[in-house]
Structure formats: C-alpha cells, structure tokens
C-alpha cells in the first residue's frame, strides 16, 4: 500500500510538470477525474486549495516546482486514506460509502454514525473473509459484531453470505451488535452461522428505534433467551417487508424474526424453516409486547416447523398486548402446554381478529378469534379470505393451478421476490404449492335439497380434471343466483341447475333443487298480564330464525289468547300470526294472566276510657272494580290485638275478605284506651331510720279517681338523694306505678325521711413496732358501728412537719429519734363518716436505731450466672464487708433459696445443685435490729 501511494504521488507530480509547459488540461479536472464519485476527496483537497497560502509560507524565491511537489503529497495523503477504508463514497445520505470487501464491512465501526452502501455481493470468496468474517478470524471467535450504530445501510440487494460469528458467552451478537436510531433495507443474509448467549439475530443483536425494509435470513441462528433469525430484541421499531429461511434455536423466547419485540410493529412478513426453544417460541416472535396495545402484527405469516417444551404458538409465542390481524399459520406446532394456532399464551390486552391456523397444525391447538383452525382448502381459498377482509389487490395473492403445474398456493406476500416455479435447488418458494393439487369435480346429484337460508351454495367445482370451466346457470333466477360455482339462494322454492363443461362439446347436465322453507321460531313474550276489571294489552311476540336481510316486515297477523275475564292463566295462541312462504313457523305460547286488583281498605281510629267496652270498628273502601258493588264484595270482620290496659291496640284487617278477583290491601289504624284522671290522694307519713339503715318504704297509696272511687296504686320512691350515712332529714319524691291512671302535675306525692345520728369512735390504739423506714407505730380505731375512718395528726399538736400518719400508720419525716432524749406528745384526732371526732394524746420514747440505712449500701439487683466469668455470683451489696449480717434469698412462692452471713459466701443461682430459671426473686437483709427488702433480676442470656 505504502508503495502504491509513493507511485501515486511521482504520478501526480509528472502531471503538474507537464502542466508548466502548457501540454496537459489544468490539475484540478486532471485530479478530480481521479475519483468522480468520492465527494469525501473532493471536499479534502478543496480544503488544501483553501487553506494553502504558499506565498505566505514560501519565499517567492522557491521554484514552481517544489511548491507543486509539496502540495502534491498532502493532496495523495487525504486520497489515499479515502481509497484504503471504503471503495468510494463520502458517508452523506446522496453519497453513502461503499462496500465492497469485508474489510469495508468490517471499517463501518469507524464512521458508525454515517450512510453505506453495498455494491457487490460477499462471501467465503471475497477479500477479508478469512481475515474478518470467517471461521478461524478473531482466535476463533468469528466476526466482531459492528456496535452502537446509529448510521444506514442499505444491502443494495446484494447478497451477505458465509458470515461467522461463534461468540457464546457474549450478549448482543449479530452483523451489528447494537444499533438505535438506524435504517437497514434490502439485505440478504445466507449461510449465515451465529452463536451468541442473550439478544442474538443473524442481523442485530439489540436494536431500538430501528426502521427495518425488505432483509432476509438463511442459516442458523442460536444462543440463551431473546433469540431471532433477523433480531434478537428490537423495541420502538418497525419491520416490513422481511422474511428468515433458517434455523433459530435458544433457550427462551426464540422466534423466526425477532426473540424479544417491544411496542414494535411488523408487516408484510414471514418465517419458514425450524424454531425451537425450552419456552416461549413463535413462527414470528417469541415474545411480543405492548404496553399501549396499538402494535400490530398484519399481513404476515408462517409456515415453520416450531418445537417447545411450553408455550408455542404459530405466530407468536407469548404476546401481552398488541393486535393479530389478517396472519395465518400453516407449519407445525410441538404439542405441549399453552401451545396455540397463533399465540400460544396471551396476557392482558392482545387481540386476534381476520386470522387463521391449519387445523392440521396441532389437533389441541387454540385460538383467540371464535373461528377454529381451518381446512388447506379454506386457507388456499381466495375467496374465503376476502370475505375475512384480507387485501387481495395490493397485498397478498395466490397462485391458481395451470396445466402445466396443476397446485394452489397459499396466500403469499406480493412485497416479496419469490422463487420461479420450478427453481432447483428452491431458496425462497412460494408457500404451500407442494401439497395440495385442484380437487376433482364432484358428483352433481339429479336432485338436491337445501333449505331457505342456507349460506352460499357450492355447486360444484370450478374446473373439470382437465382444468376446462364449468359454467352454472339456473332455470328460475328469482329462486337462486349463481356467481361461479356458488349460488346464493333468494327464496324458497323448485328450480333446475345447469352444468355444463365449456370444451366446446360437453353437453350440460341438470339438477332438480328443491328450496325448502325455513323453520322460524316465534317465541311469545312473556310476563303479559292485566289487572282484573282492566283491558288487554297488545300481545307481542320475539322472532328467532330469520334468515338473510330478512326483518319483522315478514310478518304478519296477530297473536290472540283464550277468552275469559276472571283472575287467573289464559294461554297465548298463534291466532293469525305468518311470515310468508319463505318461513314455516314454531309457535311457542306463553301464559297471559290476568292479576288481583288491589282493594285498598283503611280502618278508622278508635279510642276508649280505661275499664269502658270497645266502640265499633269501621273502615273505608276504595279501588273497587266498576262491574263490582261493595256491599256484595265483602264478608268477615276487623279486629284489635288483645289488651286492656292504657295505649294504643292495632287494628289488624282480621277475617275480612273481598272475593277471588281482589287483593287487599289494607292500612290498619289503632284503638286507644286512655287512662282514668285522678283526683285526690292520701298523705304518707315520716320515716324515721338508724344511721346507715335503708328503711321499707310504704309500696302503696290511697288515690280518688274522677268517678269517685278510692283505689289503692303502686308508688314507686327516688331514694337517690338520701344519704344512710349521713344524719338528717330528706324529701323523698314517688310516682304511682300504675299506667291506667292519670296524676296531674300539682300532685305532690311525698315523704320525709329522717337518718338518726351515729354514735362517735369509742377508742384509738397506738401499736408501737420496731422502727424501721420511719415507722412508728400502727394505729387501731375502736368503732364497733363503721370501719372507714380518718385519721390524723390535731392542727395544734405542733409537729406536723416531723411526723405523718399514712392510712394506719404513723411515720417520721426524715428525722431520727436516736438524735434526742427527750420524749414527744403527739395528739391524734380519728373522723367518721357522721363528722364525729375522736382525740387521743400519745407520748413517745425515743429508742436508738442502729444499722446504715439503704443510702449506706450499693444494692446490687441483678446478676447473670452464665458461665462467662462476668457477674456470675450475686452478694447484696459491697458494704457489708464489716457488718454483722443475714441475706436470704425467696423464690415468687416464698420458698427460701439461698442464705448467707458472709461476704464470701455468694449466691451462684442454683438451689441444691438445681439451675433456678431466670425472673425476679426477693432478698432480705437483717442486719443490727433492722430488716430490708429488695428485688433481685436473675438474667442468663447467652
């Protein structure tokens, strides 16, 4: 290379030599002519015209022919490294670079961003192959995958064949690695052998916002999870237009096209070869998703051989979300769980609508449309399809059978370069051509019969078994019309067939069709009713089995039911109800009933006197029948719930009744007794009672009545306000207890009640016991009546600041007796519950109490004998080392579990050799005349 440019240089310096004497065309047009095409030179030795200013840099003194020299080799340099990366080309979208040895493929990765194009085919053959893209290029590896591109690259329709990448650890491994923001069109992948572990596709490996035309597969493709013939995960991406021949194979997630597609769409389509994966394989897609349900998969198809352990399905493998529309499948699924016709497992909001399955694909196979897998003859049948709505002008088409190659295709891609018939060895055939031949004509019957309604009759086939048409025509067109070999029946009736072979000399054979009507069931509504004494409603009735366009207008006449006007079932007939000659009608009646009439009854109120005989009970009437009168109608009485005492008694409708045809509805009122006045009554003396005595209040008074009549009437008595314990005298208020009698307001039904005094305590006792914590002495009141007291120290003893009294016992107040000779009257006053005081003097000795206080010792209240070497043994306290002592130890039930008189003697907590359990345990201390307490936590942990 170096040699070449040095060659190229002397050429160039010859030519501007030649130029100084005036025999060669001027420099510029002689270097352009160079390279026309290559915009990318151009645009560099502008740049070295531009910015050369040899008269600035050069002394004018320099010869001609050196500048020209100088100028000559920058010129070689930028032309040079032009030619050595691609073939041509500035990168520009009107002057994309150009591919045309492997070592150009491979120099995209420099210029990642930029526009390429391919414009010769590459192979085992090509220049760089064994370099870059071969088996042993790499150590081994194969070819590096092109990442992070973000440029286009258009295939030309040139072929990239033998491509090797064997990379089984790696993620993301195709032709290009990584791509977004990118355009491929019209490349032709073939032989291609690819290995990768996650996102493989003989293509891309991950790609993202990606436009995707006319590219194709052949090979084999295979990896872990996420691996397609073309892409291995492609999201926010379209594809049209795009196809994959060969073998994928991985893990989880495999499909013809792509692994992995997120909110992407793909038209115009198709997979044929093998797809096989543990999961989640698809003839198209492993795995199709769409967040917002508006991605598509239309105008494709698959005729794969597709094996799963779980979840297969014809076209995609598991689709959550997005639209199936005018695809099918015609290869053969693995028959396991969550295997489908077209998705094998869907989630949320996915849809399948104008798309089919064979039914030869997998016997247990499903699909999300009503329609089930259908026939080779209905998928290879142009116009089942266009009745599905699937675009036969633009989009799709298939090949009808000649003589020469007598088969019917399926459905095939008119976007799509297929192979000529007959082409050896095939690389891309038209799909379904092998295993179908034009079905022979079928027997045409004498006489036939079919019934009005029926769909479009097939009368026989198209073609004779030497592919001459056979033209059917019909005596009586008012009972059939016939396109083709259908025929659209149009009423019922009897007419002839005509098929006759158009050979120019066939002669036509008949059949006699016979159009029957069809059955049209007429059902009557039900739930028709009227009230008695009303008129009858309209009868209507509901049609099920109307053929064709055919509406209500077919019918006519009315229903009718049997006669009579009394409550109760008359059944609904036919009466004069038909719907022409078309139809033979299934009449099924109905019960019209005719209702109780509602007779509103309301009793009238009532009221009485306590003690007086009931009034007669009345009511009133409304809603009778005009061909009915009221006395005639009823019979039976009202009547009152039993009662005699004050308030109100319902007035139930009792045995009164109105005859067949009603139905009574009655509002019921009420009969009130009111109670009797009284008028007068009878004082109630005092009562007198000992203090704390709850006496017997009188039960009963003396009441006049209105009439004049004393009668004797519970009282009820508010004792709330009296205090037993507290003399005095107090109001005590009644009420009489009977509701049948009525006391006015001013009455005052009354009584005193007066609590005689309690007699005062008869004694206090002052109980000394040892001094310990300030205790004195117990104090015991002498009160054979009360045991509530309180007791206290007088307001004038003096010594309320150094003695208390709490509840029974008298204390000191932080003072010590020990400290004084001399000896203390104290004066205790004891108060009852009446307010009677009792005061008692006491003198008190001072003693001498010995012995620290608890101030004097650090209690130590816990301890943790777990073996660990730290606080394992447990002594009350330090401050004991020179005193005279006794600590004892009890367990919650007061049993004694350790003792000890010396400091060295300390508690290990255990009890006989027994390890005691952890909890709270109680100590204590003797020690010179005064005894403590405490609470002791034995804690063990770990």
């Known amino acids: ?40 030179f151009l645009e560099k030795r502008s740049a070295v015209f531009n910015e050369f200013q040899f008269n600035k840099i050069f002394s004018p003194s320099l010869s001609l022919l050196f500048k020209r020299l100088l100028l000559t080799l920058l010129i070689s340099f930028f032309c040079f490294s032009s030619f050595a990366q691609y073939a041509g080309g500035a990168g520009t979208l009107q002057n994309p670079f150009q591919i045309q040895t492997w070592y150009h493929l491979k120099n995209i990765s420099l210029n990642p961003n930029s526009n390429f194009i391919l414009i010769s085919h590459l192979d085992q053959n090509t220049e760089g192959y064994q370099e870059v893209a071969g088996l042993g290029s790499n150590q081994g590896n194969g070819w590096a995958p092109i990442v992070n591109f973000k440029g286009r690259f258009n295939g030309n329709g040139h072929v990239i064949a033998d491509l090797v990448i064997q990379r089984g650890t790696q993620n993301a491994i195709g032709l290009f690695g990584s791509t977004s ?57 379209t594809i049209s237009d795009s196809y994959s021949l060969g073998k994928v194979s991985g893990k989880k997630s495999a499909g013809g096209l792509v692994g992995n597609s997120y909110q992407t769409s793909i038209i115009r389509s198709f997979s044929s070869g093998y797809v096989g994966a543990e999961s989640e394989v698809g003839g198209l897609v492993g795995y199709f998703q769409s967040n917002s349900g508006l991605h598509t998969l239309k105008d494709c198809y698959s005729i794969a051989e597709i094996n ?54 997998i016997a247990s196979a499903v699909s999300l449309t009503e329609d089930k897998g259908k026939s080779s003859l209905e998928l290879k049948s142009g116009t089942f399809l266009e009745n599905n709505q699937w675009d036969f002008d633009a989009t799709w088409s298939i090949r009808k059978p000649s003589k020469e190659f007598p088969f019917i295709s399926y459905p095939y891609l008119r976007t799509i370069t297929y192979d000529q018939l007959g082409q050896n060895p095939p690389v891309n055939p038209i799909p379904g051509l092998e295993n179908l031949r034009v079905p022979r004509e079928n027997d045409f019957p004498s006489e036939r019969m079919v019934t009005y309604g029926d769909p479009e009759l097939k009368l026989g086939e198209e073609m004779d078994p030497s592919y001459f048409p056979i033209l059917y025509t019909t005596s009586d067109t008012t009972v059939i019309k016939i396109e083709g070999n259908y025929a659209r029946i149009l009423k019922s009736g009897i007419t002839t067939v005509f098929a006759k072979v158009e050979d120019g000399n066939s002669s036509p054979k008949e059949q006699r069709l016979i159009v029957n009507p069809a059955i049209l069931r007429v059902k009557a509504d039900d739930n028709w009713f009227k009230v008695y004494g009303e008129p009858d409603p309209v009868l209507s009735y509901q049609v099920e089995g109307l053929k064709y366009e055919d509406g209500l207008v077919v019918m006519e006449g009315t229903l009718s039911r049997q006669e009579g006007e009394q409550v109760g079932q008359y059944p609904v007939l ?46 009133q009437v409304s809603g009778i029948a005009p061909q009915d009168e009221a006395e005639n109608l009823f019979t039976g009485e009202l009547q009152r719930a039993e009662g005699e005492k004050v308030g109100k008694y319902l007035i139930s409708a009792g ?137 206290r120290l007088s307001e004038g003893s003096g010594y309320q600041e150094y003695f208390e009294i709490v509840e029974d016992e008298l204390r000191t107040k932080g003072i010590s007796l020990s400290k004084t000779s001399a000896a203390i009257d104290l004066e205790v006053e004891v108060e009852d519950r009446d307010g009677n005081i009792l005061r008692k003097k006491f003198t008190i000795e001072p003693k001498t109490v010995s012995g620290n206080s608890e101030r004097d010792l650090e209690i130590i209240n816990s301890f943790s004998p777990n073996g660990d070497g730290v606080n ?21 039930g007061g049993k004694v579990v350790f003792q000890s008189q010396s400091m060295d003697v300390k508690w290990d907590g255990t009890f006989h050799g027994q390890v005691l359990p952890e909890g709270s345990y109680y100590w204590v201390l003797e020690t010179d005349g005064q005894t403590k307490r405490g609470v002791l936590n034995l804690l063990r942990g770990n």
């Not at 007794?673 to 007198?688: D, H, Y």
């Not at 043994?873 to 919650?892: C, E, P």
């Open 655 to 791: 045995s009164l009744q109105a005859g067949p045809n009603y139905s009574l509805v009655y509002t019921s009122d009420s009969l009130q007794i009111a109670p009797v006045l009284i008028i007068s009554m009878r004082g109630f003396p005092e009562v007198i009672t000992p203090w704390s005595i709850v006496p017997q209040l009188p039960g009963k008074g003396e009441f006049l009545t209105q009439e004049g009549t004393w009668k004797e009437l519970d009282v009820l008595w508010n004792t709330e306000k009296v205090q037993f314990l507290k003399r005095g005298k107090y109001q005590v208020d009644g009420v009489v207890g009977d509701e049948n009698y009525l006391i006015p307001q001013e009455f005052d039904i009354s009584m005193t009640v007066t609590v005689l005094p309690k007699p005062a305590p008869e004694d206090l006792i002052f109980r000394p016991v040892q001094a310990h914590d300030g205790l004195l002495s117990k104090l015991e009141v002498i009160d054979p009546i009360d045991s509530i007291h309180s007791i």
């Open 181 to 237: 923001n990118s355009e491929f069109k019209h490349i032709q992948l073939r032989n291609a052998t690819i290995t990768g572990a996650s996102d493989v596709g003989a293509l891309i490996g991950v790609g993202v916002n990606v436009r995707i035309e006319n590219c194709s597969f052949s090979g084999s493709v295979s990896g872990s999870t996420y691996v397609g013939g073309l892409i291995g995960t492609l999201g926010n991406a």
């Open 574 to 619: 036919q009466g004069s109800l038909t719907a022409g000659e078309n139809y033979v009608l299934e009449f099924e009646g109905m019960d019209f009933r005719i209702l109780k009439r509602e007779l509103k009854v309301k009793a009238n109120a009532q009221v009485k006197s306590f003690g007086t005989t009931d009034p007669l009970l009345t009511y």
């Open 1 to 40: 290379m170096f040699l070449l440019y040095i060659q190229l240089s002397f050429v160039i310096l010859y030519i501007y030599k030649m130029r100084s004497f005036g025999t060669i065309l001027d420099f510029e047009n002689i270097v352009g002519n160079l390279d026309s095409g290559n915009a990318f």
């Open 872 to 892: 394992d043994t447990w002594m009350l306290s330090n401050g004991l080392q020179k005193k005279s002592f006794k600590v004892s130890v009890f367990d919650s």
């Open 308 to 361: 799963s352990r779980e979840i297969a399905g014809g076209i995609v493998g598991k689709m959550s979300g997005g639209l199936v529309r005018t695809a099918y499948f015609a290869g053969t699924i693995s028959e396991v769980a969550n295997s489908g016709g077209l998705v094998g497992l869907s989630l949320g909001n996915t849809k399948i609508t104008q798309a089919f399955w064979n039914e030869t694909a």
